[in-house]
């Protein structure tokens, strides 16, 4: 399994971003999906999640109205839209696998990372 994670970048306060993470391996559609991200010098956080088929997600409180995750089973692809983008919102965004078709907070319910994306918001 490989997930490459793209769409980061300098935006501004407000501005909005769409993630992607683009997955290969064994089947897609089989794994709920998740973002974390790491701000500079504090642990990797749990963002959001969406399970195998996409009919559920769920996300961190500091996130829930501002961002949506969702996923194109078709194109093996989950993506992040984020909204009203915040100068906290700065960190590295990371898509990974869960281990099964439902999600879990914890990173040890994920397998496999892809290896991060930039998201830098200036105020």
């Known amino acids: 399994v490989q997930l490459q994670a793209s769409g980061g970048g300098l935006v501004q306060a407000g501005d909005s971003l769409r993630l992607s993470c683009a997955y290969s391996?064994?089947?897609?559609?089989?794994?709920?999906m998740a973002w974390f991200r790491q701000a500079p010098g504090k642990d990797r956080e749990f963002v959001g999640a969406i399970t195998w088929g996409g009919g559920s997600t769920t996300y961190v409180d500091f996130v829930k109205t501002r961002f949506t995750i969702y996923r194109d089973n078709d194109k093996s692809t989950v993506y992040l839209q984020m909204n009203s983008l915040k100068p906290e919102d700065t960190a590295i965004y990371y898509c990974?696998?869960?281990?099964?078709?439902?999600?879990?907070?914890?990173?040890?319910?994920?397998?496999?990372w892809g290896q991060g994306t930039q998201v830098t918001v200036s105020s």
């Open positions: 391996g064994r089947t897609f559609s089989s794994y709920a």
């Open positions: 990974a696998k869960s281990r099964t078709g439902y999600y879990m907070v914890s990173a040890s319910g994920y397998d496999f």
